[in-house]
């Protein structure tokens, strides 16, 4: 499974923010109303942040949403390095635009394609209806 980039960012955040607040994992997982597995993937930047669990963060931890998803040109791990997977030490801003600018690419290429074969489908089907109107022998521009 990939993981986003924005994801590891709010998961260093997270942890960050219940380390601040001297809290054990499953006081904040209680806190956020989640179950204490989730709440570590989610520290882990194993399971994505949904809108719901970043507006329960923000409200048990009395923060604004803005500042809890901000990047930081650099994040730097500590001790937290190892729990997140395949990363170093240090979570570049600039890698995270990359991971989410490869993204939009491979999007924008996708919906290409999509549209490349509407056209061609459209021009079937617009060939068969004027096949039709030859045989019925109706001529209506279309």
Known sequence: ???SPFDLILAINLNNLRREANLLQKEAALGIEVSPQIYGQL?????????????????????????FVK???????????S???NQS????????????????????????EELKSAREERKVF???????????????EI
């Not at 994040?75 to 937290?80: A, C, M």
């Not at 240090?90 to 290409?112: H, P, T």
């Not at 617009?126 to 209506?140: L, P, S, W």
């Open 1 to 3: 499974m990939s993981h």
């Open 43 to 67: 520290e882990k930047g194993t399971y994505h942040f949904s809108d719901e669990i970043i507006d329960a963060i923000c409200l048990f931890f009395k923060i604004e949403k803005s500042e």
């Open 71 to 81: 990047m930081n040109d650099k994040v730097n791990l500590g001790s937290n390095a």
């Open 83 to 85: 729990t997140l997977p």
């Open 89 to 112: 030490h240090i979570i570049n801003a600039d890698d995270v635009v990359k991971g989410l600018m490869e993204e939009v690419k491979k999007l924008r290429e996708e919906l290409i």
């Open 126 to 140: 617009m060939e068969f209806i004027k096949n039709m109107q030859v045989k019925t022998g109706t001529r209506n």
